[in-house]
T-cell receptor, first 112, second 115 residues
Framework: GESVGLHLPTLSVQEGDNSIINCAYS??????FIWYKQESGKGPQFIID?????DKRQGQRVTVLLNKTVKHLSLQIAATQPGDSAVYFC???????????FGKGTMLLVSP | GAVVSQHPSWVICKSGTSVKIECRSL??????MFWYRQFPKQSLMLMAT?????????EQGVEKDKFLINHASLTLSTLTVTSAHPEDSSFYIC???????????FGPGTRLTVT
């Protein structure tokens, strides 16, 4: 699986800005990707997912982009709000398996 | 729908004792549940996959005799940390998979502190 980071990258934005959180994955056999939001002391919360046969998917204020050529996944949050402050993880699922491998996470800090 | 609960939400135990953590799917039947461990400022690491009615599948490096997993019903999986040591102190999170759906639903986590 992916290596686990020993530090947490941080993205600091102002309220109202658009945020982009990036994730690199290494396994070309992954067929499903999910973004999770985790607030301090809580379990991960599903944000949005995308299958490998897609390159873009939109939700409410969030968009996930998948670039399989460079094995890159991004989460775009429009009009970021203080309540969006949390750690964001990408996760990938290998084709034929049910388990998820989590990326190292990015802390998003939104200041008013 | 698809709510997963964990009990307890936090627990403190003495070194050498055992502690059991429960994971329940409240409004659906989960044939598969997963157990993760998360250290501060780190990602979630999969410990094991728990299948109802069969033995759990442990990830490499996870001691099956130390982390006992039981999935006796379609709505309950338990993780027992045996002979706990301070280095077992961590945030333990379970998730459950709705049959036929790729997504996993996560519980709120259990904070274990071993003194």
């Amino acid at each position: 699986g992916e290596s686990v980071g020993l530090h947490l990258p941080t993205l600091s934005v102002q309220e109202g800005d658009n945020s982009i959180i990036n994730c690199a994955y290494s396994n070309s056999a992954s067929d499903y990707f999910i973004w999770y939001k985790q607030e301090s002391g809580k379990g991960p919360q599903f944000i949005i997912d995308i299958r490998s046969n897609m390159d873009k998917r939109q939700g409410q204020r969030v968009t996930v982009l998948l670039n399989k050529t460079v094995k890159h996944l991004s989460l775009q949050i429009a009009a970021t709000q203080p309540g969006d402050s949390a750690v964001y993880f990408c996760a990938e699922k290998l084709r034929g398996y049910s388990t998820l491998t989590f990326g190292k996470g990015t802390m998003l800090l939104v200041s008013p | 729908g698809a709510v997963v609960s964990q009990h307890p939400s936090w627990v403190i135990c003495k070194s050498g004792t055992s502690v059991k953590i429960e994971c329940r799917s409240l409004d659906f039947q989960a044939t598969t549940m997963f157990w993760y461990r998360q250290f501060p400022k780190q990602s979630l690491m999969l410990m094991a996959t728990s299948n109802e009615g069969s033995k759990a599948t442990y990830e490499q490096g996870v001691e099956k005799d130390k982390f006992l997993i039981n999935h006796a019903s379609l709505t309950l999986s338990t993780l027992t940390v045996t002979s706990a040591h301070p280095e077992d102190s961590s945030f333990y999170i379970c998730s459950a998979r709705v049959p036929g759906v790729r997504e996993q639903y996560f519980g709120p986590g259990t904070r274990l502190t071993v003194t």
